[in-house]
């Protein structure tokens, strides 16, 4: 089949507005004009692209999210061609989307979007936060082109290089009995109240290492933010586990916890920058690689 850069930039404008109409407003062509570059994909690849809801826009079909995750590769791929045709090529430009684990994101992302800046002044880095579904399923769409985020497994389709490794934590309310000893265990920790940072894959890691260990953990509460397990904890309400403590031991309710480390054999979880692996990366993605390699090979974590 044959088609054209400009169909698929009005066909991923489309996915990325979620409406026609805004996806013509955005690129300052008529609605027709995008729906006939739809149609002709659609056409010529003998697949639906999106399904349409009244009234409410269009979601991409499974044939869809594949073809717009090679669309935005394809696009992007073109746009450092034409720089490069354009003499312009040296200094890298135009932007690039990275996802960021939750988690991660407070600890590194600021400096890490200062230094690349510094280092990259051209390339517009476009972050936005989400958990590991969430980013693995981006990856995969198109949605970001790299994601820095934890080694907590991935499906087939996305390749990872590590960063970094850190430890696991225990977290306890100042003053309790075990925040007098240097290192505790797992099986000092599993009958007391487990506060569990309940988000997607990162349960499942802190839940099985008790389980692999042959014990059962006393979950009392569940929450997705970093800092209410923190708040809780400081409050009283049990314990949790966690891989990053910040420079401070306040929370934000104004008690403090303490951090120790894990006296058991516990590896800690290595911080990786992924990517779709049959994607070719674009010369920006390939340059915050590089340089998160860095960054994080003289940070401590």
Do not use: W
């Not at 600890?107 to 051209?122: D, I, Q, R, S, V």
């Not at 198109?142 to 390749?159: M, P, W």
């Not at 990053?244 to 006296?263: C, E, I, Q």
Request: net charge positive.
């Amino acid at each position: 089949m044959q088609f054209t850069l400009k169909q698929l930039a009005y066909f991923a404008a489309a996915a990325e507005c979620g409406t026609v109409s805004d996806a013509a407003v955005r690129l300052s062509v008529s609605q027709p004009s995008i729906s006939a570059a739809i149609l002709a994909l659609e056409q010529g690849f003998g697949v639906t692209l999106f399904q349409r809801r009244h009234a409410k826009g269009v979601d991409l079909t499974p044939a869809g999210m594949r073809l717009f995750a090679g669309a935005r590769a394809l696009l992007a791929h073109a746009q450092e061609f034409e720089a490069a045709a354009r003499g312009e090529g040296e200094a890298l430009a135009g932007p690039l989307e990275l996802g960021c684990f939750v988690t991660l994101a407070p600890f590194f992302l600021p400096a890490l979007l200062g230094g690349f800046a510094a280092a990259h002044p051209g390339i517009q880095l476009r972050p936005q936060e989400g958990d590991h579904a969430t980013l693995s399923r981006g990856l995969l769409t198109g949605e970001f082109e790299l994601a820095l985020l934890y080694d907590l497994g991935f499906e087939d389709g996305i390749a990872a290089t590590p960063l970094a490794q850190v430890p696991l934590r225990a977290v306890l309310p100042a003053g309790h009995a075990l925040a007098r000893r240097r290192r505790v265990t797992l099986a000092d920790l599993a009958p007391l109240p487990f506060v569990l940072l309940d988000l997607p894959h990162s349960a499942d890691y802190f839940l099985t290492l008790f389980r692999t260990a042959g014990l059962e953990p006393a979950v009392r509460y569940r929450t997705r933010s970093f800092e209410l397990v923190r708040s809780l904890v400081a409050a009283g309400h049990g314990y949790s586990l966690l891989n990053l403590a910040p420079a401070h031991d306040g929370t934000y309710g104004g008690d403090s916890v303490v951090v120790r480390p894990l006296a058991n054999d516990v590896p800690g979880l290595r911080i990786v920058v992924a990517r779709a692996a049959q994607a070719r990366p674009t010369r920006r993605a390939s340059a915050f690689a590089d340089f998160a390699r860095a960054f994080f090979a003289v940070r401590r974590a």
